[in-house]
């Protein structure tokens, strides 16, 4: 596959894979943020994501914001349900609404910003053009890739 191929690129360094949910590993509905518990399942992306998860030199994250808070408890449930081998620990969630609904892009840059002089090889995947455009505007070491990297 060729996501595989990509990160046998860096087999020689540690690697911390940050993974978006909605449009990467959950099918996305556009404005339907509740309900989450119901969401359809992207299992070719999850199986990837498993093969993945056995790395020796890959840790992998899940990084995910939520419009409100009790979307942190739905995403737990699911990810606990579809994606089981990814630690609890390694599930970040951030919630819009503790943060002054902060828009998406602002909050995952700011997350990620402190991985910038990291000497691991820091990647994310996400789907939203804009979280990219404004991870890479303030994180410039980091390797981008689009929800598109899943498919062959």
């Given at each position: 596959m060729y996501f595989l191929d990509e990160i046998n690129k860096y087999k020689n360094t540690n690697i911390k894979l940050f993974v978006d949910m909605d449009g990467c590993i959950v099918d996305y509905e556009v404005n339907n943020a509740k309900d989450y518990d119901i969401k359809r399942p992207l299992l070719?992306?999850?199986?990837l994501l498993e093969t993945i998860s056995n790395k020796d030199n890959i840790e992998l994250y899940i990084?995910?914001?939520?419009?409100?808070?009790e979307g942190y408890e739905q995403k737990q449930r699911w990810l606990d349900k579809?994606?089981?081998?990814?630690?609890?620990?390694h599930r970040i969630i951030i919630s819009r609404e503790a943060n002054n609904m902060t828009k998406s892009p602002?909050?995952?840059a700011k997350y990620l910003k402190q991985y910038k002089d990291s000497n691991d090889t820091i990647m994310l995947i996400d789907d939203d053009p804009r979280i990219l455009e404004?991870?890479?505007?303030?994180?410039p070491n980091i390797i981008l890739y689009k929800d598109t990297i899943f498919v062959d």
């Open positions: 070719n992306n999850i199986k990084l995910s914001i939520t419009r409100y808070n579809y994606v089981p081998f990814i630690d609890k620990d602002e909050l995952k404004a991870v890479s505007d303030m994180v």
